[in-house]
Each structure stands twice: as C-alpha cells, then as structure tokens.
C-alpha cells in the first residue's frame, strides 16, 4: 500500500487491463507448474534472494497485492479487510517467490472477475483501475527495492511505469516514466529535484 516508506519484488495480469496484464506478461504469471522450480531457485539465487532482506522485500509485496484482491473481491466500503499474510520462516526463497507470485495472481483473478463500476475502499472508493495500477506500482517498486538492495541491476520498464503515473500520480513532471516514478516514490532524485522524504499516491475517485 502507498506509503511514505521505502519497501520492496515481482506480478499482475489482468485481461480487463491491457496494460496491467499483457504489458505485465510473465510477471504475474500463476505458479504451479514443476518445470519453473528450478529456474526460480536458479534465479533466486543468482539475485541474492537467499541472503537476508530478499526474503523481506518479497513478503511486502505479497502482502499488499494480497489486499488489494481482498479489496477487489469483497468490496468493502469503509476500510481495509481484517486479514494478513503470514509467510514462514522456513520457506526457501523458490516459496517466497512463490508465494508472491500467487498473490499477483489472486489480484489478476479479482481484477478479471470485476465489473468496472464495482468500488472498494482505498482511502475512499476505488474502481478496478485504481487497484490495478496500485497492483503496478507496487510490483515496480518492490522490485526495484529488492533489486537495489541486492546489487541487482534492473531497470522499471517506462510503458508500465506510465500506466502507475498516469492513474496515481497525475502531478507528476514530465520525463522518462521510469525515472519519474522512482523520484515520485521517494527513491531516487530526478532531475536536479532532492529525493523526496514524504509521498503518497492518490488511487480514489473523488
């Protein structure tokens, strides 16, 4: 959920929303399937998600691409649905990664069940877009974070970064939606601006 703290890794697809499911292509794909386990655990370790803090990173954004499904599914008016996400300690960075990437997919699975004029709360009501775009930006972000932290070098694709800036940050200054996003978020200068120190995204309707 928008904050003004720095937090953290990769997913979600909707066919409703171009741009939040086939712009979004593999990132939010649905686990399961045996094959992938070995590249998951190859690539985990490749980018460091079994040092401390991939862990982390990875369990904040399955925390919040849970709720904003919990959010899409059950419509609630007035706040935030009473249940979190509890990941083990025990869980190898393949179930981590896992775990988030289910998480993705229950939001795609909420987003692609939705009728656009249904709202659920986010600081007032919100419509699917909102939460889809939420659901962008956070993975972004937390990939970003995670990445940086792990001396990963990775860069936000500009075409999903502009779907996030469009719908939550329509103030933005022109520029490269990358590097926009980034100074929006509160991670990086942009442009001779200072990093800003205090930030949040604007995802309900008026």
Sequence with gaps: MASTSSRAVPLVRSSRER??????DGWGARPGRDRR????????HRAG???????????LLAHDLLAYAGQVAGRPSGGYLPFDLTVSPAATPTEVLTVAATCGGLLATALDAADPGLRAWHFGPCDPAGFAA????????????????LGVAWQLPDR???VALDRLFPEAPPGPPAQVLLW??????FDGRPRRTSWTWRAALP
């Design 49 to 59: 998600l079994d040092r401390p803090g991939g862990h982390a990173g990875l369990e």
């Design 160 to 162: 999903l970064a502009a």
């Design 134 to 149: 939420m659901g962008v930006a956070e993975t972004l972000l937390h990939t970003h974070d995670v990445a940086r932290g």
């Design 37 to 44: 386990d070995a590249r998951r655990a190859r690539a985990a």
């Design 19 to 24: 741009t939040v499911g086939d712009d979004a």
């Design 184 to 189: 929006m978020a509160g991670r990086a200068e």
